[in-house]
């Protein structure tokens, strides 16, 4: 016999069974229209520098330290994308004539201002991804130090001298007040809910961008083990069929690719991302476009 | 079934197979079973089981099954419609209330429903008799009324089962079951009173297992589905089963490929596309 009220629903009832935003199905909304092609194409890379002394609190990020102390291995493994990857990323993006937004630990910021500054100058994106792969965020942080954390990666990358509108928590894990602190620290977006395919609002204003989890680098070859090659593959299929959709609705669609210096920008897997560019490139479908520019874009529509 | 018994009594081991075709002398009955889900954000625990892997909100895991009710079920049923597949749902009822546009989506498509429990974040182990009958009961008026369909079928929420399960369906006059996995045919299902059937789900070719258990491509997936549909079409009497959730067969990526899965085994011509229901009524007539 299970405890009775365990066959009780409170929240039984139309809509969701929480306060957080409300229903909407994207094929009702609408039409949106990009100031160029049908099809948004959001590069979003993770910029992440992991502490070889991992605090697991509230929980060890994905990538984090695996072997006892000191895990020579990942530490170095994982600092080669800030070294290395990212740059092979920017070069690829120059080439492509794509502009996207790069998820930034206050930590990369401050370790790599070389870094930071190209980002700057090849006309990315910055947005706001905690201040190191230590500051992560669940229901267990509780709200002081949730607030904390958050106000803190924004103080400390306005100290090298960027505001970012947008924010990624790590693994996109929010607590139920992480949307209200959020907006209270200045942020205009948020990237973490992957339940749509275009820009919505929550209730409370802030607006989620909604970056596919499962079109990852992370996803796709890390935890599925499939190839570079596999992953391009997927997300060609993926804009071929958002192109057709838009062609037929008449409404813009959004193909977010998540990527990591350390994983995408490796020598042997580059070269799929370079390929995959360049036929995104091709297609005249195709904007390229950080994450802040389709929240404009979006914004200025939601207004008419 | 028998209760501590190493063989829960549940059919004949012995394999009745017999060779047979179905409606339009075709060799293989082919059903697509998409599940049309509500996932709770912050459910009650469970003795036996976690409802989320992380602490409430789990928001990756919960704005994944999300994507069915406001993108994705759109996407999977457009193409179902397009190529002549109806869908034999899998519902987690509390769905007629949460998302009514749905269900009604679904139901306008001509698609049967069956139940899913009442969420699939409130799972039957150690439920007392009186609970289970609840649920059925529940199950049943909730999508009469919601739908005006009769449900003629179980599959447990999120496979949770108690040694009454399919006794207690059964009794309340439901025809089939898909939680049994031992057979590529309609079975007689042994049961205390009713005449139950289990109906061929096909848990190794659900995308869920697809993806998330043998880690495939969109593309590797859908050259699995031909394979399947290949063999069992070379079986006459067999029943193929694509078992579905939108979040996942929905996505951009991987809804392509399937649409050539399709057009495939739709084109190719011994198939007999049905629902459950019809299934098993062609399997009773044929007894």
Redesign the interface.
């Known amino acids: 016999m299970l405890d009775p009220a365990y066959l009780h629903y409170p929240h039984r009832r139309h809509g969701y069974d929480h306060d957080l935003y409300d229903w909407s199905a994207l094929h009702q909304r609408p039409p949106l229209t990009w100031p160029k092609g049908s099809v948004a194409v959001w590069i979003c890379v993770s910029l992440e520098y992991f502490p070889i002394l991992p605090t697991d609190k509230p929980f060890r990020a994905p990538g984090h330290m695996q072997t006892a102390y000191p895990d020579f291995r990942h530490y170095t493994a994982r600092d080669y994308g800030n070294r290395i990857g990212a740059w092979r990323f920017l070069e690829a993006l120059s080439t492509a004539g794509a502009t996207a937004s790069f998820a930034t630990n206050a930590a990369v910021a401050e370790r790599l201002p070389d870094l930071l500054a190209a980002v700057q100058t090849g006309g990315h994106e910055v947005i706001a991804h905690s201040t190191d792969m230590n500051g992560t965020i669940d229901a267990t942080l509780g709200q002081d130090a949730e607030r904390a954390l958050i106000t803190e990666t924004r103080d400390r990358l306005a100290d090298c001298g960027v505001q970012p509108d947008g924010w990624l928590s790590i693994a996109r894990s929010q607590s139920f007040h992480t949307a209200d602190l959020l907006v209270e620290a200045g942020y205009r977006y948020a990237c973490d809910w992957v339940n749509d395919e275009l820009p919505y609002r929550f209730r409370n204003g802030l607006i989620n961008l909604p970056l596919n989890h499962e079109l990852s680098d992370r996803q796709i070859i890390t935890v599925q083990q499939q190839s570079a090659d596999s992953w391009a593959q997927s997300l060609e299929d993926a804009f071929d069929w958002l192109a057709a959709e838009a062609a037929a609705t008449n409404c813009a669609r959004m193909l977010p690719i998540h990527i990591t210096p350390y994983i995408m920008g490796l020598p042997y897997r580059i070269a799929a991302f370079e390929r995959l560019l360049a036929r995104l490139a091709a297609r005249s479908e195709c904007w390229f476009a950080p994450g802040g520019a389709i929240v404009d874009a979006f914004v200025a529509q939601e207004a008419e | 079934m028998i209760e501590n018994a190493s063989d829960p009594g549940l059919y004949d081991p012995a394999p009745a197979r017999r060779r047979f075709t179905w409606p339009g002398g075709k060799t293989v009955a082919v059903w697509v079973a998409p599940n049309l889900e ?1 996932y ?3 459910p ?1 625990p ?2 036996r089981r976690k409802a989320w892997t ?4 789990d ?2 895991g ?6 069915s ?3 994705s079920h ?2 999977m049923a457009d193409v179902m419609t397009r190529h002549g597949f109806p869908g034999s749902v899998s519902l987690s009822v ?1 769905l007629c ?5 749905v269900v009604a989506d679904a139901n306008a498509r001509g698609w049967e429903f069956f139940s899913h429990g ?2 699939n974040t ?1 799972y039957a182990y ?3 008799e009186e ?1 289970e009958r ?2 059925i009961e529940d199950s049943i008026a909730t999508v009469r009324e919601a739908t005006g369909q009769t449900i003629r079928g179980w599959l447990a929420p999120a496979l949770t089962h108690t040694p009454r399960t399919l006794d207690l369906i059964a009794e309340y006059g439901l025809d089939y079951t898909c939680d049994l996995y031992h057979d590529d045919q309609v079975q007689p299902v042994h049961t205390r009173s009713g005449r139950l059937v289990s109906i061929p789900y096909s848990l190794e070719v659900n995308d869920h297992y697809g ?1 998330f258990v043998y ?1 495939m ?3 590797d997936y859908a050259e699995t589905l031909i394979r399947q549909f290949e063999r069992l079409a070379q079986e006459p009497g067999s029943v193929m089963c694509i078992p579905l959730h939108a979040y996942l067969i929905g ?7 399937f649409e050539q899965a399709l057009k495939h085994i739709a084109g190719d011509g011994r198939a007999w596309i049905a629902t459950a229901g019809e299934i098993v009524d062609a399997w009773k007539a044929g007894q």
């Open positions: 509500y709770e954000i912050d009650p469970h003795p992380r602490p409430h909100p928001v990756v919960y704005g994944h099954r999300d994507h009710n406001r993108v759109w996407r509390a209330q949460h998302h009514p546009e009442i969420y409130r150690d439920m007392a609970q609840a649920i993806f880690n491509s969109g593309r996505q951009p990526h991987r809804i392509g490929p």
